[in-house]
């Protein structure tokens, strides 16, 4: 059982800049996959980043790449996501998830993950 809490969205001006976390329970967080997904009013739910157990690979949305990072800390039990250059269109719910086992193409599609935080919003103003 792995559970997750998102922090750090907020409201922001576009062009701005957030950095999310999400903590994650439990001695095993090292040995799952993570990626974040946003959820905008009246629109589904989207793949946004992943990244494998080791942090030596990483999955970004066209929408996203070149302005969001993603990195974990197994350390720390944490996976983040740091959000540059943010627009309008980026103002939605963040929110983490994991699945175990290494990463592949299936992490960006909603059912490959077990489990998924309580999310976090992030508004950014025009």
């Known amino acids: 059982q792995v559970q997750l809490v998102e922090s750090g969205g907020g409201l922001v001006q576009a062009g701005g800049s957030l950095r999310l976390s999400c903590a994650a329970s439990?001695?095993?967080?090292?040995?799952?996959?993570m990626g974040w997904f946003r959820q905008a009013p009246g629109k589904e739910r989207e793949f946004v980043a992943a990244?494998?157990?080791?942090?030596?690979?990483?999955y970004y949305a066209d929408s996203v790449k070149g302005r969001f990072t993603i990195s974990r800390d197994n350390a720390k039990n944490t996976v983040y996501l740091q959000l540059n250059s943010l627009k309008p269109e980026d103002t939605a719910v963040y929110y983490c998830?994991?699945?175990?086992?290494?990463?592949?193409?299936?992490?960006?599609?909603?059912?490959?993950?077990?489990?998924w935080g309580q999310g976090t919003q992030v508004t950014v103003s025009s």
């Open positions: 998830a994991a699945a175990q086992g290494p990463l592949t193409p299936s992490a960006t599609r909603n059912s490959w993950y077990r489990y």
């Open positions: 439990g001695r095993t967080f090292s040995s799952y996959a």
């Open positions: 990244i494998s157990w080791s942090g030596g690979n990483t």
